[in-house]
Nanobody, 123 residues
């Protein structure tokens, strides 16, 4: 099972970015998916999460500017970020709680993480 995040990059203050994260492998089911971010010297923190029935949760005031969504058919989660400020500079990680098949068709539970994509907000 692999989570591949994309969409990070350099953006000016006030700008927008859309992150994507696709899960691949012998996946049986994906429950919650989410985005976290981390800056050097600080703990990884939740940005937003979404359940399989698309109930969403956001950290603090980010709900006003960020939108999390998912495409269950493509095992993909998105994060639309608008009005980015310098505080948005971080490595963004996607996460998924899922069930997958291992060898012998054994079902396993996994809290999977993507490798992270860097978002830099700078003029």
């Amino acid at each position: 099972v692999q989570l591949q995040a994309s969409g990070g990059g350099l953006v000016q203050p006030g700008g927008s970015l859309r992150l994507s994260c696709a899960a691949s492998g012998r996946i049986l089911r994906i429950d919650d998916m989410g985005w976290y971010r981390q800056v050097p010297g600080k703990q990884r923190e939740l940005v937003a999460s979404i359940t399989s029935d698309r109930t969403t949760n956001y950290a603090g005031s980010l709900k006003d500017r960020f939108t999390i969504s998912r495409d269950n058919a493509k095992n993909t989660v998105f994060l639309q970020m608008n009005g980015l400020s310098h505080e948005g500079t971080a490595v963004y990680y996607c996460n998924a709680n899922l069930l997958y098949f291992s060898d012998g068709d054994i079902i396993n539970a996994l809290k999977a993480w993507g490798r992270g994509t860097l978002v830099t907000v700078s003029s």
